[in-house]
Nanobody, 122 residues
């Protein structure tokens, strides 16, 4: 049974930092590329960052220079380090297994996690 379980969300003030984690199980982790997506209330889900099995990354323009995606193959875990958080980063964040090469605009997602809430106050 495939599972993607996010953690690390919370409430922070603007300028603060969080690190999200996504623990993957039930499949061969390196079979897919991975990504982080987010959805704010009343808005469509959008791609935030992706990472390929070779470590290549893509980022949304809105998070470039502030967010860093990474992964640990030994632990089957995906991470998203978020610095200099802004109120507009407030959203539910989801990790997902996506086709390779991964892009933030991908319309194909093999597996979704249930999400973790990030709230940034001004």
């Amino acid at each position: 049974q495939v599972q993607l379980v996010e953690s690390g969300g919370g409430s922070v003030q603007a300028g603060g930092s969080l690190r999200l984690s996504c623990a993957a199980s039930g499949y061969y982790y390196i079979s897919y590329c991975m990504g982080w997506f987010r959805q704010a209330p009343g808005k469509e889900r959008e791609g935030v960052a992706t990472i390929d099995t070779d470590g290549s990354t893509t980022y949304a323009d809105s998070v470039k220079g502030r967010f860093t995606i990474s992964q640990n193959f030994a632990e089957n875990t995906l991470y998203l380090r978020m610095n200099s958080l802004k109120p507009e980063d407030t959203a539910m964040y989801y990790c997902a297994a996506v086709p390779c090469p991964a892009t933030i605009t991908t319309k194909t997602v093999f597996y979704w996690g249930l999400g973790t809430q990030v709230t940034v106050s001004s």
